[in-house]
């Protein structure tokens, strides 16, 4: 376990030194050209480079003795069997049977390697694509859907693993071979070597024409079909309306004319695959046309007399093999371009260098003390819609600050700012008057008490999730956390307490999530508290209840609450209602009510419902 | 778009092109001769029987392998005429043996065409059988499906139902449950066969190269069976660590905001990295015990009988009992009688794994609709809007009773909104309504019809909902809106989409109402609720039902959104459900429920007035605001 860590952490080292070249950079995705993907992922093997070698030496061998072995045969059939030449058989005999043994011991020792490199090239791609992943930015993980993000770590990286351990050597094997065999048969017969030669370049171009006939149709099914999964999914996700609005008829209509649909292109689809199998296949009618040719040569010379019916064994098995490694180079070569596929989309990904980046050196963060200092912060996600516009404040320690306003208006973006998940495009966000971008961002990040609108469960026990926030919790500081955030006694009546299986079966509400969320949040005692929208999800009851609870627990807490339910943030010290990123007013709830303004009228709006709505048409 | 239907009147029947029979086979009460054999032959048989209605297609392809299998087997001895008669037969003069030469190299070709053509033949009617098989098992799946109780929908995620109408009948890489009809079968006879036809001509060449190989092939067929089980501990644990990888890396990334906010992104990689290297472990300790098993122990065994049998074979020629030529095709057969039976080994194994998708499908298939029209329901009348629920006593689970004994009447044009705690039943007396569940006792009436005795779909027809969410189709925004009325025009679309006031924000877009909703437009929560309403006003309604409707927006949209709803709710019954209290006080009747029975009706003056639950609900959502 040891050297793995180090292994782990010396690639973390490089992937931010890496990093830190491309700092302040805007994200890009370069073009590559596909031979430069290709070597991009052989660099992967390096570590192996030994093993590799050993690999090709063993498989080059055995192929060379599997040549062997025909020979024996022709001198089996021409000599010993019809002169009844008994020491020739048994000398024969023998020579069979320890070449066989010898290339099986060749056997295990290639498969033996190939699977140690297989698993271990894996192993370290699949950890520093995730690693890489989760340290971009949020706006990069945000931009795709996450299910596309799963799908890069999972299934492209098996894709792009099999084109480098299983398709790459069963290329490198294949060419090996077609050279191998070429030699041999042009010394048997070099008129019949020239013939195959130029019966491939007929071949050749034919079975491209085919692929491309075959790749045309893969992709009209495949987005045939993927309709009617989005068809299905939509049915499926949708069945409130379509059972409120009596619609079941009309959706498996639209589902099954889209199967039909999809059906017919399909059919269309395996046409091509039988007209590529029947015309250039393995057992297709050309290579067999071709052998049956070639071979009714040289039986009739047989037959003749020229040459002895012995030698045909060798010819024959050259010619199969010959016929074999070279349509085995065509089809890898055709299946090489289909997994550069994933092998692009991966390098989409590995290409976007992380944006917020520690600087080298950076120190820890000491202990927060809670001042908060936003100077004159401007900032975007998307180029063209500001989001802050000279954002100015300052936050007092043991302050319990509320930030309020119109969605849009740019709360949730302060939490962003101040945790670093985001760097600001201009001015500075001071933490107890440091520069948050000077100091190693996992210091600052880990003093807060983090509780957002929805509490993300990890998988595992409710003890692993608490223990998230802070690895070195006794079980005392959890149960101390888990009674300020009064969940202590649901988690006392559950039988297995601590220890309850968190998984998609176990359903908390929504409210004892959120306690569990903030029970999180106080097991690293923090002294800065950020709650975004912690009571927005839930219904307006068990709101009251956790208002209740995390009233106590801000007690002598810097804490800053972002929401736009104002019940949650009416007895805050101080509420900056914000408004197209700044901050337009200040105070408590009781002046800012006075006062009138903006805040008193999303006050009002806020709890008079519709009435407000009523007097004030013009919004 | 097959036929944009207009209204369905009977829920109960299928849509045409259902397989009723596989559908009810299941069905509780249905005895049948099935029921004395094991289960997992009684799920296979069932599938079978969807061939059925495609015997012709699959008798012929039954022949097809019939005729095609031998004359693979005859060319093997004309390769041995050619050998021993023509090749090695120097007594007979040269121009016979070359006219023998040239008649044998003429069958072959002529050979070749006919089992390729009848491959060919034999693939393009699987093909066929593929397709209609595959969309008739879907069709039934899916139909079924939504004829499920929403309690059942809801039980499974999305995903899974989704898997089961997919990948489960015919998915990717010739996975599910028609390809073990259409393939393995037809497989499973052609393997038997050439097993017959191989094994009888070794018999004819020398029977006992046969016996050796029919002895040998049974024991070594169990004991690889055998290290297979040996080797399924290990399987599983690997499953279990990679299911384990699977689910870290989904964390990550699902949860990739709290990794990042909480400072713990070195933790997750390394956790996730344990995580992978663990799975390396089993992974490696897995494939080196496969390599001893297989690549070691099966294949010594193998080879000793293999090399036993070509010294054999050998050795029989050096003492005349064999020819050349046997000698030559002896080896083709043994290993035509060797390589289908490890094949049907395998296939039996792939149909057993085949079963495992199938018992998915049967399990939801074989769960009866609960919630269906009775057999001699008739269709409401046009609904005049009158509501009543008389005596209701509800639960979704026998031991928490929801509604106990609810008795609400709504006049025609009424507006009544339901409030109460969370848990009080509010959102079951709209599902009730909606005939989404059956009461327990007690009923529910529309124009003094209960509900169940009408057809579902023709008071539903006259009903306009809208929900907490507004799940969007894919598709343009007519399509969404015209979701409501299938029939209806584009003026009607955009009449409803003006009262829902979000006809502006349509025509501001570039395509207008025909605008794509997957393309890469973000609509706000307000404007998603705003379709929602429309869609429910296309159908001029008589009955309007809102579930929560603003409940997921915020306050300023919330409160233009409720004022769009106080415009269309007039002249129309209608029922709103809402815990934020200030969005309903416009209402003309405010029902509060309580432990599943009203504790408190009136107006909302009337109710602060009374000085019950709905004051200390007010109360509560109002605090702050009294400073």
Same mark, same amino acid.
């Given at each position: 376990m040891k050297s793995y860590n180090k292994r782990i952490f010396d690639s973390f080292k490089s992937q931010v030194e890496d990093a830190v070249d491309h700092h302040g950079q805007p994200l890009q995705v370069r073009q590559r050209n596909t031979f430069v993907i290709f070597l991009k992922f052989l660099t992967v093997m390096k570590p192996y480079w030994d093993k590799v070698l050993l690999v090709v030496l063993v498989v080059c061998g055995s192929m060379t003795m599997n040549v062997i072995w025909p020979w024996m045969g022709k001198i089996l059939i021409d000599e010993a069997l019809p002169d009844k030449n008994w020491r020739l058989f048994w000398i024969l005999v023998v020579a069979r049977l320890s070449l066989i043994a010898f290339g099986r011991i060749m056997g295990l020792f290639n498969q033996f390697f190939t699977r140690y490199i297989d698993l271990w090239v894996f192993g370290d791609l699949r950890t520093r694509f995730f690693d890489h992943l989760v340290r971009l930015s949020m706006t990069f993980m945000q931009n795709r859907p996450t299910g596309e993000h799963i799908y890069r770590a999972g299934s492209d990286i098996w894709g792009v693993m099999f084109m480098i351990t299983d398709l790459l050597p069963r290329l490198l094997e294949a060419i090996f071979e077609f050279f191998l065999i070429m030699i041999l048969l042009t010394y048997v017969d070099w008129r019949v070597m020239v013939i195959i030669l130029l019966y491939m370049v007929p071949y050749t171009m034919l079975v491209h024409w085919i692929t491309s006939l075959v790749r045309k149709y893969d992709r009209e099914a495949r987005t045939k079909w993927q309709r009617t999964t989005a068809i299905l999914q939509d049915g499926v996700a949708g069945k409130m309306v379509v059972k409120t609005f009596a619609r079941r008829r009309h959706e498996v209509r639209k589902f099954m004319s889209a199967n039909v649909d999809a059906w017919r292109t399909q059919i269309k689809r395996r046409y091509t695959f039988i007209l590529k199998g029947q015309l250039v $296949?393995?057992? $297709?009618?050309l290579p067999w046309i071709m052998g049956w040719l070639i071979r009714a040569w040289f039986f009739r010379q047989a037959i003749l007399g020229?040459?002895?019916? $012995?030698?045909?064994l060798p010819i024959f098995s050259y010619m199969n093999r010959f016929r074999n490694p070279f349509q085995r180079i065509v089809n890898l070569v055709q299946q090489l371009r289909v997994s550069m596929v994933p092998a692009e989309r991966i390098m989409q990904t590995l290409d976007v260098a992380p944006v917020v980046v520690n600087a080298p050196n950076a120190p820890d963060m000491p202990p927060l003390q809670g001042h908060v200092r936003f100077e004159d912060v401007y900032f975007s996600? %998307? %180029?063209?819609?500001?989001?802050?516009?000279g954002l100015d404040f300052t936050i007092i320690p043991g302050q319990k600050v509320a930030f309020v306003g119109h969605s849009g208006a740019g709360k949730s973006t302060v939490l962003n700012l101040l945790l670093r998940l985001y760097d600001p495009a201009e001015g500075r966000v001071l933490l107890d008057g440091t520069?948050?971008?000077?100091?190693?961002m996992e210091s600052l990040q880990q003093q807060v008490g983090l509780v957002f609108q929805e509490t993300f469960l990890f998988i595992g026990t409710i003890r692993d999730n608490i223990l998230f926030a802070n690895t070195n919790a006794t079980d005392e500081m959890i149960w101390e956390a888990l009674r300020e955030a009064e969940l202590d006694e649901f988690v006392h009546s559950l039988p297995k307490g601590l220890d309850t299986d968190l998984h998609e079966g176990t359903s908390l509400s929504g409210g004892q999530k959120q306690r569990l969320g903030i029970a999180r949040a106080l097991v690293r005692n923090p002294q800065l508290l950020v709650l975004d929208e912690p009571t927005s999800s839930l219904d307006s009851d068990t709101e009251v209840r956790v208002l209740e609870t995390l009233r106590k627990v801000m007690k002598g807490r810097t804490t800053i609450i972002i929401s736009h339910r104002l019940p949650t943030v009416v007895d805050a010290d101080v509420i900056f209602a914000m408004d197209k990123g700044r901050v337009v007013e200040a105070g408590t709830h009781a002046q800012l009510f006075a006062e009138g303004g903006y805040y008193a009228d999303l006050y009002t709006t806020y709890f008079a419902g519709k009435h407000a709505g009523e007097n004030d048409e013009d919004d | 778009m097959s036929a944009v239907a207009g209204t369905d009147i009977e829920q109960n029947t299928p849509v045409e092109g259902v397989d009723v029979e596989l559908l009810e086979a299941g069905r509780v009460g249905k005895a049948s001769r099935l029921d004395k054999l094991g289960r997992e032959t009684r799920t296979f048989l069932r599938f079978v029987k969807l061939l059925l209605p495609y015997k012709d297609k699959a008798i012929l392809i039954m022949l097809l392998i019939l005729v095609a299998v031998p004359l693979g087997e005859i060319g093997l001895f004309l390769f041995r005429v050619l050998v021993d008669e023509v090749v090695l037969n120097f007594d007979r003069p040269i121009g016979e043996r070359l006219t023998l030469f040239y008649l044998i190299l003429g069958t072959q070709l002529i050979f070749w065409i006919l089992h390729h053509g009848m491959g060919v033949l034999r693939q393009i009617f699987g093909f066929y059988l593929d397709m209609k098989i595959s969309i008739k098992l879907r069709h039934t799946f899916y139909n079924h499906l939504h004829t499920l109780s929403l309690g059942f929908l809801r039980s499974r995620p999305v995903g899974e139902h989704m898997y089961r109408t997919t990948a489960d009948t015919t998915g990717g890489g010739r996975q599910g449950v028609v390809y073990m009809i259409t393939d393995d079968i037809p497989q499973a006879f052609s393997l038997v066969y050439r097993i017959v036809w191989a094994g009888g001509l070794l018999i004819a060449v020398d029977w006992k190269l046969a016996m050796v190989v029919v002895v040998y092939m049974i024991p070594y067929t169990g004991f690889s069976h055998y290290l297979y089980t040996l080797l399924k501990g290990t399987m599983r644990q690997l499953k279990i660590q990679q299911q384990r990888c699977a689910a870290l890396l989904r964390d990550g990334i699902r949860g990739v905001k709290t990794v990042k906010g909480f400072g713990r992104v070195n933790y997750q990689v390394l956790k996730y990295t344990q995580q992978v290297y663990e799975e390396r472990r089993v992974w490696w300790k897995w494939a080196m015990l496969s390599m001893l098993t297989h690549s070691i122990v099966l294949w010594t065994i193998h080879q000793l009988v293999t090399q036993g049998m070509w010294i054999y074979a050998a050795y029989r020629v050096m003492t005349g009992h064999l020819s050349v030529g046997e000698y030559m095709i002896v080896f083709a057969l043994v290993r035509r009688l060797e390589r289908p039976l490890e094949q049907f080994v395998k296939l039996m194994q792939s149909i057993r794994m085949q079963l495992v998708p199938a018992e998915r499908i049967l399990e939801t298939l074989d769960v009866t609709p609960e919630i269906v029209d009775a057999p001699d329901a008739e269709p409401i009348a046009t609904i005049q809007g009158r509501v009543e629920f008389r005596d209701v006593h509800f639960s979704y689970d026998p031991e928490k009773p929801v509604l106990r004994g609810l008795n609400v009447t709504v006049e025609p044009g009424e507006s009544v909104a339901f409030v109460g705690p969370? #848990?009080? #039943?509010k959102s079951t007396v709209m599902y009730l309504l909606m005939r989404l569940y059956d009461v327990d006792s007690g009923q529910v009436l529309i124009d003094d019809t209960p509900i169940q005795t009408v057809t579902m779909d023709s008071f539903l027809d006259q009903m306009g909902v809208v929900l907490q969410e507004t799940h969007l189709f894919g598709g343009t925004f007519t399509d969404n809106i015209r979701y409501g009325k299938l029939q209806a025009d584009d003026e009607e679309v955009a009449q409803a989409a003006r009262m829902a006031e979000i006809h502006e924000f349509i025509e501001s877009l570039p395509d207008g109402y025909e605008r794509d909703l997957g393309e890469g437009l973000k609509l706000s929560g307000g404007q998603q609720q705003r379709l929602g309403i429309a869609r429910a006003l296309i159908r001029d309604p008589r009955i309007l039902l809102l579930d929560e409707a603003t409940a997921s927006l915020d306050s300023r949209i919330e409160c233009q959104i409720v004022r769009t709803i106080e415009k269309i709710m007039r002249g129309r019954t209608t029922l709103m459900i809402s815990h934020r209290l200030v969005t309903v006080t416009g209402c003309d009747r405010i029902v509060v429920i309580d432990e599943g029975r009203v504790a408190e009706q009136g107006t909302h003056r009337e109710l602060l007035a009374n000085d019950g639950l709905y004051k200390l609900m007010w109360d509560e959502q109002t605090r702050g605001a009294a400073d």
């Amino acid at each position: 376990m040891k050297s793995y860590n180090k292994r782990i952490f010396d690639s973390f080292k490089s992937q931010v030194e890496d990093a830190v070249d491309h700092h302040g950079q805007p994200l890009q995705v370069r073009q590559r050209n596909t031979f430069v993907i290709f070597l991009k992922f052989l660099t992967v093997m390096k570590p192996y480079w030994d093993k590799v070698l050993l690999v090709v030496l063993v498989v080059c061998g055995s192929m060379t003795m599997n040549v062997i072995w025909p020979w024996m045969g022709k001198i089996l059939i021409d000599e010993a069997l019809p002169d009844k030449n008994w020491r020739l058989f048994w000398i024969l005999v023998v020579a069979r049977l320890s070449l066989i043994a010898f290339g099986r011991i060749m056997g295990l020792f290639n498969q033996f390697f190939t699977r140690y490199i297989d698993l271990w090239v894996f192993g370290d791609l699949r950890t520093r694509f995730f690693d890489h992943l989760v340290r971009l930015s949020m706006t990069f993980m945000q931009n795709r859907p996450t299910g596309e993000h799963i799908y890069r770590a999972g299934s492209d990286i098996w894709g792009v693993m099999f084109m480098i351990t299983d398709l790459l050597p069963r290329l490198l094997e294949a060419i090996f071979e077609f050279f191998l065999i070429m030699i041999l048969l042009t010394y048997v017969d070099w008129r019949v070597m020239v013939i195959i030669l130029l019966y491939m370049v007929p071949y050749t171009m034919l079975v491209h024409w085919i692929t491309s006939l075959v790749r045309k149709y893969d992709r009209e099914a495949r987005t045939k079909w993927q309709r009617t999964t989005a068809i299905l999914q939509d049915g499926v996700a949708g069945k409130m309306v379509v059972k409120t609005f009596a619609r079941r008829r009309h959706e498996v209509r639209k589902f099954m004319s889209a199967n039909v649909d999809a059906w017919r292109t399909q059919i269309k689809r395996r046409y091509t695959f039988i007209l590529k199998g029947q015309l250039v $296949g393995n057992w $297709g009618f050309l290579p067999w046309i071709m052998g049956w040719l070639i071979r009714a040569w040289f039986f009739r010379q047989a037959i003749l007399g020229h040459i002895t019916y $012995g030698s045909l064994l060798p010819i024959f098995s050259y010619m199969n093999r010959f016929r074999n490694p070279f349509q085995r180079i065509v089809n890898l070569v055709q299946q090489l371009r289909v997994s550069m596929v994933p092998a692009e989309r991966i390098m989409q990904t590995l290409d976007v260098a992380p944006v917020v980046v520690n600087a080298p050196n950076a120190p820890d963060m000491p202990p927060l003390q809670g001042h908060v200092r936003f100077e004159d912060v401007y900032f975007s996600y %998307e %180029e063209d819609v500001p989001i802050l516009q000279g954002l100015d404040f300052t936050i007092i320690p043991g302050q319990k600050v509320a930030f309020v306003g119109h969605s849009g208006a740019g709360k949730s973006t302060v939490l962003n700012l101040l945790l670093r998940l985001y760097d600001p495009a201009e001015g500075r966000v001071l933490l107890d008057g440091t520069d948050v971008r000077e100091v190693r961002m996992e210091s600052l990040q880990q003093q807060v008490g983090l509780v957002f609108q929805e509490t993300f469960l990890f998988i595992g026990t409710i003890r692993d999730n608490i223990l998230f926030a802070n690895t070195n919790a006794t079980d005392e500081m959890i149960w101390e956390a888990l009674r300020e955030a009064e969940l202590d006694e649901f988690v006392h009546s559950l039988p297995k307490g601590l220890d309850t299986d968190l998984h998609e079966g176990t359903s908390l509400s929504g409210g004892q999530k959120q306690r569990l969320g903030i029970a999180r949040a106080l097991v690293r005692n923090p002294q800065l508290l950020v709650l975004d929208e912690p009571t927005s999800s839930l219904d307006s009851d068990t709101e009251v209840r956790v208002l209740e609870t995390l009233r106590k627990v801000m007690k002598g807490r810097t804490t800053i609450i972002i929401s736009h339910r104002l019940p949650t943030v009416v007895d805050a010290d101080v509420i900056f209602a914000m408004d197209k990123g700044r901050v337009v007013e200040a105070g408590t709830h009781a002046q800012l009510f006075a006062e009138g303004g903006y805040y008193a009228d999303l006050y009002t709006t806020y709890f008079a419902g519709k009435h407000a709505g009523e007097n004030d048409e013009d919004d | 778009m097959s036929a944009v239907a207009g209204t369905d009147i009977e829920q109960n029947t299928p849509v045409e092109g259902v397989d009723v029979e596989l559908l009810e086979a299941g069905r509780v009460g249905k005895a049948s001769r099935l029921d004395k054999l094991g289960r997992e032959t009684r799920t296979f048989l069932r599938f079978v029987k969807l061939l059925l209605p495609y015997k012709d297609k699959a008798i012929l392809i039954m022949l097809l392998i019939l005729v095609a299998v031998p004359l693979g087997e005859i060319g093997l001895f004309l390769f041995r005429v050619l050998v021993d008669e023509v090749v090695l037969n120097f007594d007979r003069p040269i121009g016979e043996r070359l006219t023998l030469f040239y008649l044998i190299l003429g069958t072959q070709l002529i050979f070749w065409i006919l089992h390729h053509g009848m491959g060919v033949l034999r693939q393009i009617f699987g093909f066929y059988l593929d397709m209609k098989i595959s969309i008739k098992l879907r069709h039934t799946f899916y139909n079924h499906l939504h004829t499920l109780s929403l309690g059942f929908l809801r039980s499974r995620p999305v995903g899974e139902h989704m898997y089961r109408t997919t990948a489960d009948t015919t998915g990717g890489g010739r996975q599910g449950v028609v390809y073990m009809i259409t393939d393995d079968i037809p497989q499973a006879f052609s393997l038997v066969y050439r097993i017959v036809w191989a094994g009888g001509l070794l018999i004819a060449v020398d029977w006992k190269l046969a016996m050796v190989v029919v002895v040998y092939m049974i024991p070594y067929t169990g004991f690889s069976h055998y290290l297979y089980t040996l080797l399924k501990g290990t399987m599983r644990q690997l499953k279990i660590q990679q299911q384990r990888c699977a689910a870290l890396l989904r964390d990550g990334i699902r949860g990739v905001k709290t990794v990042k906010g909480f400072g713990r992104v070195n933790y997750q990689v390394l956790k996730y990295t344990q995580q992978v290297y663990e799975e390396r472990r089993v992974w490696w300790k897995w494939a080196m015990l496969s390599m001893l098993t297989h690549s070691i122990v099966l294949w010594t065994i193998h080879q000793l009988v293999t090399q036993g049998m070509w010294i054999y074979a050998a050795y029989r020629v050096m003492t005349g009992h064999l020819s050349v030529g046997e000698y030559m095709i002896v080896f083709a057969l043994v290993r035509r009688l060797e390589r289908p039976l490890e094949q049907f080994v395998k296939l039996m194994q792939s149909i057993r794994m085949q079963l495992v998708p199938a018992e998915r499908i049967l399990e939801t298939l074989d769960v009866t609709p609960e919630i269906v029209d009775a057999p001699d329901a008739e269709p409401i009348a046009t609904i005049q809007g009158r509501v009543e629920f008389r005596d209701v006593h509800f639960s979704y689970d026998p031991e928490k009773p929801v509604l106990r004994g609810l008795n609400v009447t709504v006049e025609p044009g009424e507006s009544v909104a339901f409030v109460g705690p969370s #848990g009080a #039943g509010k959102s079951t007396v709209m599902y009730l309504l909606m005939r989404l569940y059956d009461v327990d006792s007690g009923q529910v009436l529309i124009d003094d019809t209960p509900i169940q005795t009408v057809t579902m779909d023709s008071f539903l027809d006259q009903m306009g909902v809208v929900l907490q969410e507004t799940h969007l189709f894919g598709g343009t925004f007519t399509d969404n809106i015209r979701y409501g009325k299938l029939q209806a025009d584009d003026e009607e679309v955009a009449q409803a989409a003006r009262m829902a006031e979000i006809h502006e924000f349509i025509e501001s877009l570039p395509d207008g109402y025909e605008r794509d909703l997957g393309e890469g437009l973000k609509l706000s929560g307000g404007q998603q609720q705003r379709l929602g309403i429309a869609r429910a006003l296309i159908r001029d309604p008589r009955i309007l039902l809102l579930d929560e409707a603003t409940a997921s927006l915020d306050s300023r949209i919330e409160c233009q959104i409720v004022r769009t709803i106080e415009k269309i709710m007039r002249g129309r019954t209608t029922l709103m459900i809402s815990h934020r209290l200030v969005t309903v006080t416009g209402c003309d009747r405010i029902v509060v429920i309580d432990e599943g029975r009203v504790a408190e009706q009136g107006t909302h003056r009337e109710l602060l007035a009374n000085d019950g639950l709905y004051k200390l609900m007010w109360d509560e959502q109002t605090r702050g605001a009294a400073d």
